[in-house]
């Protein structure tokens, strides 16, 4: 995704959508923080996506060392990307599509309060994701694959089975070496 007015046509309704969705308040943002622990008394960089211009990025290379950069040794990144397997599985069941080992890109058109935003993603295996955050000098101490809030079953009652049972996120603690 580029910055500029294509984002910014929809980016206070994405805002106001993680607020309150099942993905973000109800299941990424709570499993980024609980891998987060007690952060009291230190130094926090959110250098998330959120509803920032660059969502997602096809090159991880440059954000990656410049995050191991800034990061004390020691320091942690967490980091939540989509699931390869459920990106992989999803596509294949809309049809004829890449391989799981193959990198791709594919741009998916969301409904956020009545506005379409559109969002570019790039698929790549795991293998891929943890070369990246090894050869930027990180350790990876946590892989995860959390379950939704306890709460969403009751909120969210036709997605919570589904979200429940096959992750969408894949979740990581790396450490700076």
């Not at 992989?88 to 009545?114: C, I, K, S, V």
């Not at 990180?138 to 979200?163: C, K, M």
């Amino acid at each position: 995704m580029t910055a500029g007015a294509p984002y910014d046509d929809f980016a206070e309704a994405y805002t106001a959508e993680n607020e309150t969705s099942l993905m973000n308040a109800h299941y990424e943002r709570p499993a980024t923080l609980e891998l987060a622990g007690d952060v009291a008394g230190r130094r926090i960089l959110d250098a998330g996506c959120g509803s920032g211009p660059l969502p997602y990025l096809e090159d991880w290379k440059p954000a990656l060392a410049e995050l191991r950069r800034v990061l004390k040794t020691g320091g942690r990144l967490i980091a939540s990307v989509n699931h390869p397997f459920m990106v992989n599985l999803t596509h294949r069941q809309a049809g004829p599509r890449p391989g799981y080992f193959e990198r791709y890109t594919w741009t998916d058109e969301f409904d956020l309060h009545g506005r379409t935003a559109r969002m570019t993603f790039w698929n790549r295996p795991l293998h891929a994701m943890t070369d990246a955050f090894t050869a930027a000098g990180f350790r990876i101490s946590v892989i995860g694959e959390p379950h939704p809030t306890a709460e969403a079953r009751e909120l969210f009652p036709d997605d919570f089975a589904l979200l429940d049972t096959f992750p969408s996120f894949l979740f990581f603690v790396l450490e700076a070496g």
